[in-house]
């Protein structure tokens, strides 16, 4: 995983490779797929979800560069393997999850690893106010298209990834806070990701 997945995809940060090479990925997926954790290729969960490949959590981690005084908000944690990872390099992380199921196996698995410094949060991430006071927000699953909202939760010199766009192409975005009303986007790389539900879609154009 690290050499022909993360480094061949330009992951190289040190901090984010030894993360993730130290934390099991194969507790975070259902046992007939724990064969493949380390796949390039996403891992179905419950409730119709996935495991995203190794690579494109190793450039969230590397984009977001979480420090060990950061207070992290994760959007769509899932069964908590990138939430672990954050957990690991920051000092707090808000992890939100829609589905139930989904996190009852994310709490199990950070407390079977001895990560506490993460709080699974049921609820609709999109939806939930939270106070403007996160340095790092993940939003796992893609959205039509970037918006004001989650930026502005984000305190100055705070960093936002997210993806957005429609299949087949997407493009994955790195929002920087610079200051109270100065925010920067840089675009990372192409991929396409399953959409984050709820996610408000703009109408369709009408000919």
Known sequence: MIGQQLRAWEVLDQRVLDVMAAVPRERFVPAEWQSLAYADAEIPLA?????????????????????EDDNVLEIGCGSGY????????????TAVELHPELAAAARANLAALDIHNVEVVEGDGLAMEFPAEFDVICVNG????????????????????L?????????????TRRGEDDWTTEKIFETCLPPLENARQPPEFVF
């Open 47 to 67: 409730a119709g979800k996935a495991l995203a490949p190794p690579k494109i959590q190793g450039r969230v981690l590397q984009s977001v560069r979480p420090r």
């Open 82 to 93: 990138l939430t672990a990872c954050l957990g690991c390099l920051a000092r707090r992380v």
């Open 142 to 161: 893609s959205l039509p298209a970037p918006g004001p909202r989650l930026s502005r939760l984000l305190r100055p010199g705070g960093r936002l990834f």
């Open 163 to 175: 993806v957005a766009g429609r299949p087949p192409v997407m493009e994955a975005l790195l929002v």
